[in-house]
């Protein structure tokens, strides 16, 4: 089976340049999340969508940032316009059923931001 | 709030010793907990989960750990380190109260010397 598949793996850009991550789920995951790990810390969530639809985005700076998760399969997080306060470790996970109680979430190899 | 603490930034251990990594939580309903490593530049893999049930949970790689209802706490267990488990290990909380968000610990790094 293959995993949660995420590009690119690094990005170095200049603040207030625009940016964006891919993420392609594990095949039939309902559920697609969002994390930002900034150094030393464990991962938070960003944003939650189960099939197309937002669950949860009570963390996601809206001012800059912003996801999609058309279709239901494929996501996109986008920082427009980055800070240096940006530079982390984006993690996309997914999930088979609703994001409840007992669900496992499988993570990809993340992205790497550096904002100069 | 939920929250999860990992006491150690850092803990050595001797490859055949036993290792613990620890983790308490705080909820306001029952926790659902979970342990997961990160090896550099990976994602978080899964380890194992404590959802109910028998309070000793056995996980991949010969890692377990026991869930303690009284103390809150979730530590993680190995009867006999090996080298390659030297990574990252997160502990994290989920319950009904904080609507099934996974709130995560900020790491313990684990060195296991040969």
């Known amino acids: 089976e293959a995993g949660v598949a995420q590009s690119p793996r690094y990005k170095i850009i200049e603040k207030r340049q625009s940016v964006a991550f891919w993420c392609n789920p594990i095949?039939?995951?309902?559920?697609l999340y969002w994390y930002q790990q900034i150094l030393g810390q464990g991962p938070k969530l960003l944003i939650q969508?189960?099939?197309?639809?937002?669950?949860?985005d009570s963390q996601l700076p809206k001012d800059r940032f912003s996801a999609e998760r058309l279709k239901g399969v494929d996501s996109t997080l986008k920082i427009q316009p980055a800070k240096l306060e940006d530079s982390a470790v984006y993690l996309c996970?997914?999930?088979?059923?609703?994001?409840?109680?007992?669900?496992?979430?499988?993570f990809g190899p993340g992205t790497r931001l550096t904002v100069l | 709030a939920q929250s999860v603490a990992q006491p150690e930034d850092q803990v050595n251990v001797a490859e055949g010793n036993p290792l613990t990594v620890k983790c308490t939580y705080s909820?306001?309903?029952?926790?659902?907990l979970f342990w997961y490593v990160q090896y550099p530049n990976r994602g978080l893999q899964f380890l194992l989960k404590?959802?109910?049930?028998?309070?000793l949970v056995k996980g991949s790689y010969g890692f377990e750990a026991e869930f303690n209802k009284s103390q809150t706490s979730f530590h993680l267990k190995k009867p006999s380190a090996l080298v390659s488990d030297s990574a990252l290990y997160f502990c994290?909380?989920?319950?009904?109260?904080?609507?099934?968000?996974?709130?995560f610990g900020a790491g313990t790094r684990l060195f296991v010397k040969a």
């Open positions: 404590y959802i109910t049930g028998d309070n």
């Open positions: 994290a909380v989920r319950d009904e109260g904080g609507g099934f968000k996974t709130i």
């Open positions: 909820v306001s309903g029952n926790p659902y």
């Open positions: 969508f189960q099939n197309n639809g937002v669950v949860d």
């Open positions: 095949s039939g995951h309902a559920t």
């Open positions: 996970a997914s999930s088979l059923a609703g994001g409840g109680a007992a669900d496992t979430q499988y």
